[in-house]
């Protein structure tokens, strides 16, 4: 296990080139994040999941993302950006999505299940790229606070929110919780022991 300082390092010393879906992956499974070395990152909130900066090229953005029990995310996609994710802390499922369907003009999308998968600390995955939306869980079952690791390849700041009832998605700007440490909002939110 490495600390997330000495993580982030190495993840920056990848040339770009080499920044593919196995090589990330890869170094993953090669590099678990020591999860006490987290500590300054981890802001949990009772009503949603939150997103901690802690690392930003402009090659990737390293996130550490907060789950209390039962929180999950919308069903979102990526813009195209290349996501993988391990989790240090807890499990968490992930559900993926088809496009079968979808109008710019608008607003309107069909979306079909195309499976699921659950990631824990020996099991990072990666979003598929070719179908990249899908939502993210941590379960009430799991009965564990979850912390995810995302590395964004290339940094984006919007994605495209999916309603499945509603049958339509727009775009929503992505909110930083902290910024390397740093807590960014208003909320009285503290950081978390695990």
């Not at 590099?31 to 949990?44: E, G, H, M, R, T």
């Not at 997103?51 to 550490?64: M, P, Q, S, V």
């Not at 993210?136 to 009965?143: D, E, G, R, T």
């Amino acid at each position: 296990m490495i600390a997330i300082n000495e993580f982030a390092r190495r993840l920056a010393a990848i040339p770009e080139q080499e920044f593919t879906h196995e090589r990330i992956l890869d170094f993953l499974q090669q590099n678990p994040v020591d999860k006490s070395s987290l500590a300054q990152y981890l802001y949990f909130a009772e009503d949603h999941y939150t997103r901690n900066l802690i690392h930003k090229t402009e090659l990737f953005e390293l996130i550490a993302v907060c789950w209390d029990i039962g929180q999950k995310s919308p069903i979102h996609n990526h813009r195209d950006q290349n996501c993988w994710m391990a989790v240090p802390h807890g499990k968490l499922q992930v559900h993926n999505f088809k496009l079968i369907q979808k109008n710019p003009e608008t607003g309107f999308c069909d979306l079909k299940s195309s499976g699921q998968f659950v990631m824990d600390p020996g099991h990072p995955q990666e979003v598929d790229p070719s179908e990249p939306i899908h939502q993210v869980l941590n379960l009430s079952s799991f009965h564990s606070r979850a912390v995810s690791l995302h590395i964004y390849s290339r940094p984006f700041d919007t994605c495209e929110v999916y309603d499945l009832k509603e049958k339509c998605y727009e775009d929503v700007p992505l909110i930083n919780t902290s910024e390397y440490g740093v807590l960014k909002s208003d909320r009285p939110l503290k950081l978390a022991i695990l």
